[in-house]
């Protein structure tokens, strides 16, 4: 299935995507159940809005050895892998919908880069679970773009504005239930129509089952809680009146423009 | 106003504490509008939960002099103070209420470490506030336990289990909305029962104005969202069956058990 959140008039509601229509639901079809309405629209009429608002937005981070080396390497440093699966978290204030503007502060440096990702939801309650077993409590699967300034990001002492700015977290379009392989995938990036990288999930250094499973061992996982899964490459910067999409398989394409504010 | 959160037959509710007993309201009095019901009950039989569930839990970490130079004593390096008020974040699934186990996984290491906090609760949505204004942004106040397994803290590469293992974040009692001056008042820890040591928030390197004002340069603040304010001194070791108290002026006391898992 594949599930939208979208602006009615009386508020925010879940929606089913069917083709080229959006069938409203009432209920929360993540955190509880739901049950299909009479309305229905076009989908390029709805207003989506982010997909889920996390309990808890967590963030892999540092996943990827091409990245974290060429990352390194533009800073002049040797690459520092990570040997264990340490999740980071990320900031609800800054979560955008798909097609909504990345509004970048004024006093912002030059180095504002995306970062094109795969977004895990977490379905159902669930502590020690084993990694064969971790899937079992996905929802499903949706996209999301890291916007990192990266002078903040390296001289601040935390990630709250090198990350966490409002609008540095666009998240969807939608979420997709079945038919994703997020060990198995490929992220495109496409900056202004132009294709600029891709890179594989199976490339990750800790996948998404690994991941599941071990923060589950020290934490309760709720339904609505996403991860973020970390990229891969090395991102170019964006300009004022850029357009960044991100393109997973089998997910669909996350866009957003860039707006420098004055 | 001294606010809770408590259980009900027909699950969480907001009340209204006056003298030794509750005073259910329907609505949400941080993020909306509430009514006094006619339920009432003794204080000493209401099961309290976290007085608040935010959308983003932001604690400003290391921001007192004497914490940052004893700790760093303790691992025998310089102290690095910080030159900004960079804020980070911890993680609802650690949250826990007054009274309510802090239960420690069976393979944390003997640094198992309270800090006992003051937390802003914000009250109403805010962007590009000064200091002078900030604190009108403000609901109201609580008492945070930002337990810390020291080992974990220092290497892993997050704060995920370190800070943010479940139950590792007690909140509570209430929050009082009157009467606190959060750039002046004393927090206390007692440990079994036994004095331990104490400080006063006119110590902060960023007070509770300066957190909020800057913040609010790069994000927007939401009602509920709470901001943990960082700890004095250098904290002691708990152990099982440990029972530890944060008192702060014109709040009360938030206690919490230890429980080690076997």
Same sequence: chains 1, 2.
Avoid at 66 to 87: F, L, N, S, T
Wanted: with cysteine.
């Amino acid at each position: 299935m594949k599930w939208c959140r979208f602006q009615t008039a009386d508020g925010p509601s879940y929606g089913i995507i069917e083709g080229d229509n959006v069938i409203q639901v009432s209920g929360d079809p993540i955190r509880g159940t739901y049950e299909r309405t009479s309305n229905s629209q076009p989908l390029s009429d709805a207003r989506l809005l982010v997909p889920v608002i996390p309990p808890t937005f967590y963030a892999a981070g540092i996943n990827f050895r091409e990245h974290v080396a060429e990352m390194a390497a533009k800073r002049g440093e040797e690459p520092q892998y990570p040997d264990a699966a340490d999740v980071g978290y990320r900031a609800n204030n800054a979560l955008v919908a798909d097609g909504e503007a990345i509004v970048v502060p004024s006093d912002a440096h030059e180095q504002l880069q995306y970062e094109g990702e795969l977004v895990v939801i977490i379905g159902k309650q669930c502590r020690n679970v084993s990694e064969e077993e971790a899937l079992d409590y996905v929802f499903g699967y949706t996209i999301g773009n890291d916007v990192s300034e990266r002078h903040w990001q390296r001289n601040d002492r935390t990630m709250w504005r090198g990350k966490n700015a409002d609008t540095f977290k666009p998240m969807g379009p939608w979420i997709v239930t079945d038919g994703v392989d997020p060990e198995d995938c490929e992220v495109r990036i496409v900056l202004n129509g132009k294709f600029i990288s891709k890179y594989n999930m199976s490339g990750a250094i800790f996948g998404v089952k690994h991941y599941i499973s071990r923060m589950s061992k020290y934490l309760t996982l709720y339904p609505g809680d996403v991860i973020w899964m970390g990229t891969d490459g090395a991102p170019e910067n964006m300009k004022h009146g850029d357009v960044i999409n991100i393109e997973v398989d089998g997910i669909g394409t996350l866009s957003n423009p860039v707006v420098w504010e004055k």
